[in-house]
T-cell receptor, first 109, second 114 residues
Framework: DAKTTQPNSMESNEEEPVHLPCNHS???????IHWYRQLPSQGPEYVIH???SNVNNRMASLAIAEDRKSSTLILHRATLRDAAVYYC??????????FGRGTQLTVWP | NAGVTQTPKFQVLKTGQSMTLQCAQD?????MSWYRQDPGMGLRLIHY???????DQGEVPNGYNVSRSTTEDFPLRLLSAAPSQTSVYFC?????????????FGPGTRLTVL
């Protein structure tokens, strides 16, 4: 399984953009990169995923480095509701999702 | 759709007791899994199932049993509870056992073993 490195915590002010980095230098060529987040006292929820190209959806954007050894989750305008733990999960065998400790995002009003 | 539901929400057990955590999904998903989350940690995979009648072990399967007799249900059994099993348990499902499918999580069961 690919190993990931994420900062333990990050902070942002409300309505500012947030860039959450993830290093996954051992990722294989066919592994997707998934991002999930976990709001306080809730189960994780899907945010976005991608393989090679940058991806956008209504929640966020995912920028994937050309060598695929790192990616960045971009929240364009952070809200208080975006305060959560964000998990970067590269591909693994047969679709298992393995979670690390993630990045705790604090959003200040 | 109710999505993924889990019961109970909270449970306190004594060491040595057994119990079953219930998980159900109404999305006709083939793949279901159980995770545990200890304080300040990420989720760890306990067991998973790629379809009715098929189960397999994840990272931390010891002390837990699972079965999958229907597509909808995937109960997790604690055979003889230990304090080390105090944790929050999450059930999840996805359409297929494939990377591009989104995984949906239940709200969790908070278990305390005394």
């Amino acid at each position: 399984d690919a190993k990931t490195t994420q900062p333990n915590s990050m902070e942002s002010n409300e309505e500012e953009p947030v860039h959450l980095p993830c290093n996954h230098s051992t990722i294989s060529g066919t592994d997707y990169i998934h991002w999930y987040r976990q709001l306080p006292s809730q189960g994780p929820e899907y945010v976005i995923h991608g393989l090679t190209s940058n991806v956008n959806n209504r929640m966020a954007s995912l920028a994937i480095a050309e060598d695929r050894k790192s990616s960045t989750l971009i929240l364009h305008r952070a809200t208080l509701r975006d305060a959560a733990v964000y998990y970067c999960i590269p591909g693994s065998t047969l679709g298992r999702l393995y979670f690390g400790r993630g990045t705790q995002l604090t959003v200040w009003p | 759709n109710a999505g993924v539901t889990q019961t109970p929400k909270f449970q306190v057990l004594k060491t040595g007791q057994s119990m079953t955590l219930q998980c159900a999904q109404d999305m006709n998903h083939e793949y279901m899994s159980w995770y545990r989350q200890d304080p300040g940690m990420g989720l760890r995979l306990i067991h998973y199932s790629v379809g009715a009648g098929i189960t397999d072990q994840g990272e931390v399967p010891n002390g837990y049993n699972v079965s999958r007799s229907t597509t909808e249900d995937f109960p997790l059994r604690l055979l003889s509870a230990a304090p080390s099993q105090t944790s929050v348990y999450f059930c999840a499902s996805r359409q297929r056992d494939s990377w591009w499918d989104t995984q949906y999580f239940g709200p969790g069961t908070r278990l305390t073993v005394l």
